[in-house]
């Protein structure tokens, strides 16, 4: 059974910082294509980051040097590092592990930025 589960998310003032946790259990974590995607009120959910395998790794244009995705295959976790953040940041943001057969989902976590 696969499991995602996120931490890290909350409530920041803009210009603050939050760092985002999502582990993995019951897939092959060191082959498996992970993601960060965010979904704001009355919006679609859109990509944020995304990090390969390998550990090469693709941004969304509006957190470019603002957001770090990583990963640490040995603790089957993903982080994405959140600088500098802004209110059109807010939203719920889910991990996501993309694998040839499946696409699986955590739950979600809030990110609000607000003064």
């Known amino acids: 059974q696969v499991q995602l589960v996120e931490s890290g998310g909350g409530l920041v003032q803009p210009g603050g910082s939050l760092r985002l946790s999502c582990a993995a259990s019951?897939?092959?974590?060191?082959?498996?294509?992970m993601g960060w995607y965010r979904q704001a009120p009355g919006k679609e959910r859109e990509l944020v980051a995304i990090?390969?395998?390998?550990?090469?790794?693709n941004y969304a244009d509006s957190v470019k040097g603002r957001f770090t995705i990583s990963r640490d295959n040995a603790k089957n976790t993903v982080y994405l590092q959140m600088n500098s953040l802004k209110p059109e940041d807010t939203g719920v943001y889910y991990c996501?592990?993309?694998?040839?057969?499946?696409?699986?989902w955590g739950q979600g976590t809030q990110v609000t930025v607000s003064s």
């Open positions: 990090i390969a395998s390998g550990g090469s790794t």
């Open positions: 996501n592990a993309a694998a040839p057969t499946r696409n699986d």
């Open positions: 019951g897939i092959i974590f060191r082959i498996t294509v």
